[in-house]
């Protein structure tokens, strides 16, 4: 008789043990795990053919190779690209080595980005601000010019700011794989890699827009929604329609009554597991256009819940008070500092700074 | 002893009627008539011969490793790309006896059971390609490639490539993407070309000069190219020196000749320019850790250092360097180190191809870095900053040229740290023309 049960390996990531399918990568074995210990990725995507492997975000200690081999790999490796063998132990979290590996990926990554957030479309649902919010720190030590880019476009539903992208190279990758033409990829190399199209082409197919929803960051937004909102003001909504080109299975994102943008629907990685046309990103805007099927479940972790709660039940931090306590708390020198709050709010120059604007600091 | 040059200087040895005439393709005849191609794996084997392009791998080591899947092509790639700064012998090599190469890539292309192999030249070296296919073409035109070759029923088809214009280009994975008609971009490993090559096939590729030993092999025998060298490091080697010597050439040493012979002695260098002194080599091209004239000529134990790949690594990067590519650059006391990094720091930060992050974003940090301790801009930090930099790029990235990027900024820091100290404290001083930093006690 033939034993038709699929054989499984064991692996143990952060000392949580896990049976998955030979083939697995370390970052599909992790993900299956939970969040907790899924390392953060900024190239790999699932759907995606052949991603992965470039930024180094995900890079994990393998301390053992498997249960025949328990010898540790010598280098980090990439855990969106390694297979997993059977008895392999992996350390991610628990590896100091793989989390200062991390920090230096997030501050490569956004030594020469702009910071430009607060103009940003994709503010709110960005990788890289997850990725440095979650394995960055919170200071820079580069001092040099940022690099910057000529302004291209690439035509009438796309915009391309060249000087947030991170090269993970998925928008290439999605055009290759589900458009039937495609005219963009990487010019250049090194700092100076740059996507685009040649020449100068505007990027015109039926399934282009998807790379918006690619994109990690702000470096290909929707040109039909930019500057209208901030994510966190809309609301996400699933919605299906008949479509003759995609599978309709899109989400609306609603501000007031208004459709203001259109997306695929992105699972718990934000990736995105059935594309959709142009058609339906920048065409349907009208609610008569769908089918309602209710809210998209939003992580209260995610500020897109933001302002979707009735406000007496959100405690508003009082941020003015927070950051003076902080900020007195945290300088580290031996001059004279005020320590209590009290103290704080009884000194001159806090009682000056409140009598000249009361409302940016919201007392009454 | 003189394998690869030994005609070299024989005039028309470029020529298939003068190279057959010095003793030419008799060990193409030799392997096709009289051997199986496991018979010459075997022998090169033997011979110990490691890779020359830089890493130095076991050559018969590499061509066992080959998979072999039935119905499915192999290739053979020799990698002609040469672009590592102070590395010129491959160059040397082909232009001026073109049928050694020829030969052999007749003889590994049996060995291997590949039927069209490939030659992928750096692109800049356009008279050096139409050199390689007019031998080609008089290869052909004698029998020792094509259909049929010497009636054995062997067939052979060699292309020449123009390359893709990068240095990353002479990555072989990247190397196997260009030939491929795609972006030079480094591959994520595994698969190894051994498996997954070009075209998805089977794939060795090796060096140009590697390529090069396996016609003396064939004819003389791989124990008879092991007895010279020594130990691991078996063979003869070409070093192309540069730099402040009084002879800069390519010489083809036995390995294990000692440092200061390869140095000073009238037969090679010539020793640094006169009235000058030994402060700094880089022993094996831009990307080997820069080490000073002290710790070039004899070990940290004091033993004299040998030019082979285990006595040059010797001491490891504390205290040693790298044989890497025989790129052997010599810097006397009027060269700035700093200067020479950022030089280096430059060349990375182009070459690089940008697909990882840590490689792609360190390598432009780091010349910026160093562009203003250069020029007077930098402060205290940035030395600490510069070698914290080069860690977090070192061992993180897909191809080996983000460690090739680190290892030349970490070890002048390591070595000549004051000098870099003094380019920031006297930023005046340090900065005017042809300044530089004299400290007579690294002298040699
Ligand atoms: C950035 C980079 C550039 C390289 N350039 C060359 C080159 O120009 N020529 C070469 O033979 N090997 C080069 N190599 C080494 C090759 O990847 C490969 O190891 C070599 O061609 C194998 O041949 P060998 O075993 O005969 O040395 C380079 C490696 C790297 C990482
Ligand atoms: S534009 Fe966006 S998706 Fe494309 S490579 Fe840059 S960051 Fe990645
Ligand atoms: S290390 Fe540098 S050259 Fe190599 S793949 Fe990464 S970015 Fe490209
Ligand atoms: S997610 Fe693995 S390297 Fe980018």
Known sequence: MENTAPQLFKVTIDGVEVEVPPGTTILQAARKIGPEVAPPAMCYYE????????????????????????????????????????????ENYTNPQVVDARKSVVEFLLINHPLDCPICDQAGECHLQDFSYEHGVGTT???????????????????????????????????????????????????????????GQAID????????????????????????????????????????????????????????????????WGEVKEFIC?????????TSDWTIEGPTKVSRASVISANKYSKNLVKKPDFALKLAESQYKNIDDDRPYLHEMSEIQQSEDYKALMAKDEKYFGHK | M????????????ETFDVYRKKGGYTAVEKVIKKMTPEEVVEEVKKSGVRGRGGAGFPM??????????????????????????????????????????????IISSYALGANKSFIYVRGELMYVIHILEKAIEEAKAAGFLGKNILGSGYDLELVVQ????????????????SLEGKRGNPRNK???????????????????????????????????????????????????????????????????????????????CGGVRKGHYLKAVVAGGSSVPIVPGHLFLKTANGEDRLMSYESLSDGGFATGTMLGSGGFIVFDETACIVRNTWNFARFYEHESCGQCSPCREGTGWMQKVLNRIEHGKGSMHDIDLLVDISKKIEGNTICPLGDAAAWPVASAIRHFRDEFEWHIKEPIAATKPGAVYMKESVLV
């Open chain 1, 47 to 90: 759907p995606l053919k052949g991603s992965g492997g470039k930024c180094r975000a995900c890079l994990v200690k393998v301390s053992a190779g498997s249960a025949k081999d328990p010898r540790p790999m010598p280098k980090l490796v990439a855990s969106c690209i390694t297979p997993i063998q059977d008895g392999m132990v992996v």
């Open chain 2, 60 to 105: 018969g080591m590499k061509w066992s490793f080959l998979a072999k899947p039935e119905g499915v092509p192999r290739y053979l790639v020799c990698n002609a790309d040469e672009s590592e700064p102070g590395t010129f012998k491959d160059h040397y090599l082909m232009k001026n006896i073109p049928h050694l190469l020829i030969e052999g890539m």
């Open chain 2, 162 to 177: 123009p390359g893709g214009g990068a240095y990353i280009c002479g990555e072989e994975t990247a190397l196997l993407e």
């Open chain 2, 2 to 13: 003189k394998i690869l040059t030994e005609h070299i200087n024989t005039p028309g040895i």
């Open chain 1, 141 to 199: 030590r580069y001092e040099e010019d940022r690099r910057t880019f000529e302004k291209e476009d690439i035509g009438p539903y796309i915009q391309l700011h060249m000087t947030r992208c991170v090269l993970c190279y998925r928008c290439v990758y999605t055009a290759d794989q589900i458009t039937n033409k495609r005219v963009h990829g990487v010019m250049g190399r090194g700092d100076h890699a740059e996507i685009s199209t040649y020449i």
């Open chain 2, 190 to 268: 595994p698969p190894f070309p051994a498996v997954k090559g070009l075209y998805q096939c089977p794939t060795v590729v090796n060096n140009v000069e590697s390529i090069a030993t396996t016609s003396w092999i064939i004819n003389n025998g791989g124990e008879a190219y092991a007895a010279i060298g020594i130990g691991k490091s078996t063979g003869t080697k070409l070093i192309s020196a540069s730099g402040h010597i009084n002879k800069p050439g390519v010489y083809e040493i036995n390995l294990g000749v000692s440092c200061d012979e390869f140095l000073n002695s009238d037969e090679y």
């Open chain 1, 278 to 286: 142009n058609t339906c990103r920048f065409e349907r805007k009208q």
């Open chain 1, 205 to 268: 197919n039926d399934f282009s827009g998807n790379v918006i929803d690619v994109c990690p960051v702000g470096a290909l937004t929707d040109k039909t929604y930019r500057f209208k909102n901030r994510v966190w003001f809309s609301k996400p909504v699933d919605a299906h329609c008949d479509c003759e080109k995609c599978s309709g299975k899109v989400q609306l994102w609603y501000r007031g009554d208004e459709v203001i943008r259109v997306t695929a629907r992105k699972n718990e």
